[in-house]
């Protein structure tokens, strides 16, 4: 039986070098504020395109930001729930970034083998640059699946 995935705080990453280092590490990010079967297909496809998931979380003024101004689950309840899926290695608690340079820092920190998206990412772009920056694959693991979205929950309910 697995354990709980670590979680980690994004200014102690560096403890982890080696251990990114000697992974096929894939990396992927979001905010995973109500985990539906979506994130878990998601999640579950990205693990299999490596052997160590690494998931950068988003902070909870992200989200107030540039979401929704509310969030379900705070940042530390939601790296709870993502660190008990057995896909999930390592959970990254991030700051609030303020521009996408502190992406690609993260992404050059960790160099990951593969950044794991959605077909359709917003962030499609930028996130190709970070992975030609060190060599790393872009891969498309799962397509958007338009039936599941944090959005449709939360305006079915109300």
């Given amino acids: 039986m697995k354990t709980k995935a670590l979680i980690i705080s994004y200014e102690k990453i560096h403890d982890l070098l ?14 995973f504020d109500l985990i539906h ?3 878990l297909q998601f ?3 990205a693990k299999e395109a490596g052997d ?3 998931v950068a979380l988003e902070s909870d003024e992200f989200i107030k930001k540039t979401k929704r101004s509310w969030i379900f689950h705070t940042q530390g309840e939601r ?7 057995n896909m999930v290695d390592v959970v990254i608690v991030l700051p609030f970034f303020k521009d996408s340079s502190q992406y690609f820092d993260l992404v050059r920190t960790i160099r990951p083998k593969i ?9 499609t772009d930028n996130k190709k640059k970070q992975a030609e920056g060190i060599g790393a694959e872009i891969r498309i693991v ?3 699946i338009t039936k599941y979205s944090t959005r449709k ?5 109300d």
Avoid at 79 to 85: G, H, K, Q, T, V
């Fill in 115 to 123: 950044i794991a998206i959605t077909e359709g990412d917003v962030q």
């Fill in 18 to 31: 080696k251990v990114f280092s000697e992974k096929n590490t894939v990396l992927v990010g979001g905010c």
């Fill in 153 to 157: 929950i939360i305006n079915s309910i």
């Fill in 142 to 144: 799962t397509p958007l």
């Fill in 37 to 39: 079967y979506g994130h």
């Fill in 79 to 85: 790296a709870e729930i993502l660190a008990s899926l």
């Fill in 52 to 54: 160590y998931l690494v």
């Fill in 43 to 45: 999640l579950d496809k």
